[in-house]
């Protein structure tokens, strides 16, 4: 004869907090043509993928052309997406880092360590400098 088992308990879980509000992504594509899709909010931490998204610059060639408009629309995604002067592997650490960054904007103690290899350190710095990170 078996045991009759122990009722289960209700496993309450605590909701997690919301680390980016939007739900859009941004199509960034590397140098070498490799395609990244990025929460929108976690585009926002870099200065210059603000400055493309906010001012419009990623509007379709064809989209300038048209004057006879007058009202203000949205800003269209260009449909190949934001193309950036980064390889993809140098890319991808810093999408990584502007995750961390969304992620621990809030902490008001010490942030982890964003550790990063000594090989590629001086090519991140300088994507990180071109993303005005």
Known sequence: ??????PKKEVIYEKPTQFVQAVKYIKLVSSDLKVFFVNKDVCMISNHLKNVL????NKAPSEYDKEEDTEEKPPLPHPDGTHLNITSDILEVCIKFMHYKTVNRKISFQRPNFDIDKEIALDVLKASIYLQV
């Not at 004869?1 to 122990?6: G, V």
Request: charged share 10%; net charge positive; proline share 0%.
């Open 1 to 6: 004869m078996k045991a009759a088992a122990a």
């Open 54 to 57: 906010t001012n419009n610059l």
